[in-house]
T-cell receptor
Framework: DAGVTQSPTHLIKTRGQHVTLRCSPI?????VSWYQQVLGQGPQFIFQ???????GRGNFPDRFSARQFPNYSSELNVNALLLGDSALYLC?????????????FGSGTRLTVV | DQQVKQNSPSLSVQEGRISILNCDYT??????FLWYKKYPAEGPTFLIS?????DKNEDGRFTVFLNKSAKHLSLHIVPSQPGDSAVYFC???????????FGKGTRLHILP
């Protein structure tokens, strides 16, 4: 059974550009969360979606947006990229939006902004 | 404001011995505490969790202890094995939003 898949795995963008990152959850999982991990830090919560509804939003600017599709896959969009957006972007999925049972993370998309 | 703190960036332990990873938190509203393990070029892998109403949870070689009065939790790995070498993240979540707040991580080295 496939795990959480993210695409692309690596990406280089220029300041000011826009980027779209994609995530396919484990089959049957209805909750998708996005996290940003910068070097030397733990992952930081960006968004959570459950049953296509936004359930939570972290402390990120409006340049960051996301959505969940009817098949439960998700996209994270970042506009007007800044150098500080360079990070590993992680997607996590779960059957229900309940952290106690653990979320399954993908391997991430490494975004470099130059 | 760091709500989940892992004050040891790294830890080295002899193979076969006990590894103890520590974590402190500041927010008394957390309902769950979790430990994740991360290898390079992979996403974090869920290890074990504990509800705030418990003080201990075991799963094989992994045991998590929670001391609510001290706002402290620890992960014990017994016995430590070479494959345990990784970065370990302590994390916490509140039932009201289920977003996971991670610490900065502790890199565990298991020495032969």
């Amino acid at each position: 059974d496939a795990g959480v898949t993210q695409s692309p795995t690596h990406l280089i963008k220029t300041r000011g550009q826009h980027v779209t990152l994609r995530c396919s959850p484990i089959s049957g999982h209805k909750s998708v969360s996005w996290y940003q991990q910068v070097l030397g830090q733990g992952p930081q919560f960006i968004f959570q979606y459950y049953e296509k509804e936004e359930r939570g939003r972290g402390n990120f600017p409006d340049r960051f947006s996301a959505r969940q599709f009817p098949n439960y896959s998700s996209e994270l969009n970042v506009n007007a990229l800044l150098l500080g957006d360079s990070a590993l972007y992680l997607c996590a999925s779960s059957l229900i939006a309940r952290a106690l049972y653990g979320y399954t993370f993908g391997s991430g998309t490494r975004l470099t902004v130059v | 404001d760091q709500q989940v703190k892992q004050n040891s960036p790294s830890l080295s332990v002899q193979e076969g011995r006990i590894s103890i990873l520590n974590c402190d938190y500041t927010n008394s509203m957390f309902d769950y505490f979790l430990w994740y393990k991360k290898y390079p070029a992979e996403g974090p892998t869920f290890l074990i969790s504990i509800s705030s109403i418990k003080d201990k949870n075991e799963d094989g070689r992994f045991t998590v202890f929670l001391n609510k009065s001290a706002k402290h939790l620890s992960l014990h790995i017994v016995p430590s094995q070479p494959g345990d070498s990784a970065v370990y993240f302590c994390a916490a979540s509140a039932r009201r939003d289920d977003k996971i707040i991670f610490g900065k991580g502790t890199r565990l080295h298991i020495l032969p």
